[in-house]
């Protein structure tokens, strides 16, 4: 099982940078699979959610500037970020939830982990 991001970059405030992550080795994707973001001193936090059936929910913080998505063929789950801003600044992981979670966004209810790709808007 693994996770890979990739996509990260140093950008400008008001740029646009779109991360993906491949998924490999599952049989099955999971229930619901999730970016979070850590920046330095500070708890990993969810950013965006996406369930295999296609439900997205986001963190007020990025609502209007952040689309999740994924392309279930491929195995791969995007997050497209416009609008960036310095507080966006952080590493960025992707997870996956293998059975059912309520509510989406705890750490706890993530299986699977990437090992991050790096954002920072400056």
């Known amino acids: 099982v693994q996770l890979v991001e990739s996509g990260g970059g140093l950008v400008q405030p008001g740029g646009s940078l779109g991360l993906s992550c491949v998924a490999s080795?599952?049989?099955?994707?999971?229930?619901?699979m999730g970016w979070f973001r850590q920046a330095p001193g500070k708890e990993r936090e969810a950013v965006a959610s996406i369930e295999r059936a296609g439900v997205t929910r986001y963190v007020d913080s990025v609502k209007g500037r952040f689309t999740i998505s994924k392309d279930n063929v491929a195995n791969t789950l995007y997050l497209q970020m416009n609008n960036l801003k310095p507080e966006d600044t952080a590493m960025y992981y992707c997870?996956?939830?293998?059975?059912?979670?309520?509510?989406?966004?705890?750490?706890?209810?993530?299986?699977?982990w990437g090992q991050g790709t790096q954002v920072t808007v400056s």
């Open positions: 997870a996956t939830a293998q059975g059912y979670i309520d509510p989406w966004f705890p750490r706890a209810n993530y299986n699977y």
């Open positions: 080795g599952f049989t099955y994707s999971g229930y619901c």
